[in-house]
């Protein structure tokens, strides 16, 4: 089955404390993005990767880093930068030639600060 | 900068009835206009995705509209059931080989059986 598998499904972080949310996709997707959404809010922008070894900031990258190291896999870090990092967090896949965009998404991680 | 937005934020329908979900983006220059089916605690499911040269997508019971001109799309479901009982999401794309989407806060659809 081809699709986006995020993990783990619940996170729970401690004050400054780092944690990493893994995305991984098999559906051969050039182009990776995370997003974030809180209750009452759209779903913003996180960080997005074009293509592997090259990503890009979103609208609210403040306190967050990722790598594409593989084109697979698109992990997010949240750092103990970010000061409300508690909320859903969704990554997506698009095949990212121009023209075919279509964005699949993922199960979802939700985060929560103890 | 674009706005999405979608109302009404809520909505309740009985069974069997026709409805029509609303988007309106302030930034007539898209890429294309994606609607999306979200359950509680889920990801977000892609229903349709329409081109900014074109005007409608059908899939199934599901009709979407998109006029560019006036910035507006609308998601028609025919012959609502519970099985459609979701919040429903709009996204506009920015363009470009990554398309980057900009959504609306969404509708929240209950049907009643």
């Known amino acids: 089955d081809g699709g986006i598998t995020q993990s783990p499904k619940y996170l729970f972080r401690k004050e400054g404390q780092n944690v990493t949310l893994s995305c991984e996709q098999n559906?051969?997707?050039?182009?990776m993005y995370w997003y974030r959404q809180d209750p009452g809010q759209g779903l913003r922008l996180i960080y997005y990767?074009?293509?592997?070894?090259?990503?890009q900031k979103g609208d609210i990258a403040e306190g967050y880093s990722v790598s594409r190291e593989k084109k697979e896999s698109f992990p997010l870090t949240v750092t103990s930068a970010q000061k409300n990092p508690t909320a859903f967090y969704l990554c997506?896949?698009?095949?990212?030639?121009?023209?075919?965009?279509?964005?699949?998404f993922g199960q979802g991680t939700r985060l929560t600060v103890v | 900068k674009q706005e999405v937005t979608q109302i009404p934020a809520a909505l309740s329908v009985p069974e069997g009835e026709n409805l029509v979900l609303n988007c309106s983006f302030t930034?007539?220059?898209?890429?294309?206009l994606q609607w999306f089916r979200q359950d509680p605690g889920k990801g977000l499911t892609s229903l349709l995705l329409?081109?900014?040269?074109?005007r409608e997508q059908t899939s199934g019971r599901l009709n979407a509209s998109l006029d560019k001109s006036s910035g507006r799309s609308t998601l028609y479901i025919a012959a609502s059931q519970p099985g459609d009982s979701a919040t429903y999401l709009c996204?506009?794309?920015?363009?470009?080989?990554?398309?980057?989407?900009?959504f609306g806060t969404g509708t929240l659809l209950a049907v009643q059986p």
């Open positions: 997506a896949s698009s095949i990212g030639y121009r023209g075919i965009t279509e964005a699949f």
């Open positions: 559906l051969n997707h050039d182009a």
């Open positions: 990767s074009q293509i592997v070894n090259d990503f």
């Open positions: 930034d007539s220059a898209i890429y294309n």
């Open positions: 329409i081109q900014s040269s074109q």
């Open positions: 996204a506009v794309g920015r363009g470009g080989a990554t398309n980057k989407l900009i």
